[in-house]
Nanobody, 115 residues
Framework: QVQLVESGGGLVQAGGSLRLSCVASGSSFSIFGMGWYRQAPGKQRELVAIITGSGNTNYADSVKGRFTISRDNAKNTVYLEMNNLKPEDTAVYYC?????????WGQGTQVTVSS
């Protein structure tokens, strides 16, 4: 069982920045991949970024060059640094922890970007 707690969302103007954090419970955090997803109103949840246990990253095309995913294994925390935010980035952002056949999710944090 993994518990995930996100923080850092909020309201920001277009062009602004936010940093999301996700703290994970449990042991062996460093060996597992982590991810960030988002869900906008009326849309399906979509992958934003993932980071492997070894630190390799991958991003959705829509956020490449603007968002950065990173992790601090000493703090059991994964981050999502979001720069040059656009109104279309408005969504609830969820932290994700795949563990074998199970998928764990945080409660989500709202990001709203005004134009």
């Amino acid at each position: 069982q993994v518990q995930l707690v996100e923080s850092g969302g909020g309201l920001v103007q277009a062009g602004g920045s936010l940093r999301l954090s996700c703290v994970a419970s449990g042991s062996s955090f460093s060996i597992f991949g982590m991810g960030w997803y988002r869900q906008a109103p009326g849309k399906q949840r979509e992958l934003v970024a993932i980071i492997t246990g070894s630190g390799n990253t991958n991003y959705a095309d829509s956020v490449k060059g603007r968002f950065t995913i990173s992790r601090d294994n000493a703090k059991n925390t994964v981050y999502l640094e979001m720069n040059n935010l656009k109104p279309e980035d408005t969504a609830v952002y969820y932290c994700n922890a795949p563990r074998g056949t199970a998928m764990y999710w945080g409660q989500g944090t709202q990001v709203t970007v005004s134009s």
